[in-house]
């Protein structure tokens, strides 16, 4: 029941700033962590950053010292800095209560 819809995503040189937006609605109960995974072509999707209720979170190693993940209720940001080439996929939202939920993605592209 949880509906997800992230914005953020597009084209941006190596070394340059994007940020994620997702916000979650349509479901009655509290959400209990919300994160970021993304997929490459060809490649497995891959947890990117992760948040829980009590402002826990954790990191991918590629995503560490670039990356920040923050959460205002029901919408979680993904800052992400220092971008490379090899951050190009589609990212997608992720949240969870009793159930998870994904949303239909978004393309980041990093490319000179």
């Known amino acids: 029941q949880v509906q997800l819809v992230e914005s953020g995503g597009g084209l941006v040189q190596p070394g340059g700033s994007l940020r994620l937006s997702c916000v979650a609605s349509g479901s009655a109960f509290s959400i209990y962590a919300m994160g970021w995974y993304r997929q490459a072509p060809g490649k497995e999707r891959e947890l990117v950053a992760r948040i829980i209720s009590t402002g826990y979170t954790n990191y991918a190693d590629s995503a560490k010292g670039r990356f920040t993940i923050s959460r205002d209720k029901n919408t979680v940001y993904l800052q992400m800095n220092s971008l490379k080439p090899e951050d190009t996929a589609v990212y997608y939202c992720?949240?969870?209560?009793?159930?998870?939920?994904w949303g239909q993605g978004t393309q980041v592209t990093v490319s000179s």
């Open positions: 992720n949240a969870q209560n009793t159930l998870t939920f």
